[in-house]
């Protein structure tokens, strides 16, 4: 019955910008912090950056701080990123997830419910 759904991937070049929006539904989307995460051809499902429940708090991966971010609208209960100086080396397939285990870490298995993905191709 969970279900988020990605969109807003696609090509851009080296320097450019993008804005993943993450929509859920069938689930209290406002109890949940909710993370993003990426997969680049041929490596692990990767952290990307976190946000708490209400906004509060948000993480992120050294690789993306300063560059991306995350945040969160709960009355449309969508979660953004906003990503900006894109690189090359951004280039994956974006996952949003829902964090379902509490604890201060950010692995994959603390994230219960994922969405299918979008891609996002950075060209150099």
């Known amino acids: 019955q969970v279900q988020l759904e990605e969109s807003g991937g696609g090509l851009v070049q080296a320097g450019g910008s993008l804005r993943l929006s993450c929509a859920a539904s069938g689930l209290t989307f406002s109890t949940y912090a909710m993370g993003w995460f990426r997969q680049a051809p041929g490596k692990e499902r990767e952290f990307v950056a976190r946000?708490?429940?209400?906004?509060?708090?948000?993480n992120y991966a050294d690789s993306v701080k300063g560059r991306f971010t995350i945040s969160r609208d709960n009355a449309k209960s969508t979660l953004y990123l906003q990503m900006a100086s894109l690189k090359p080396e951004d280039t994956a397939v974006y996952y949003c997830a829902a964090k379902t285990t509490y604890g201060s870490s950010n692995s994959r298995e603390m994230y219960g419910y994922w969405g299918q993905g979008t891609q996002v191709t950075v060209s150099s």
């Open positions: 946000i708490s429940w209400n906004g509060g708090s948000t």
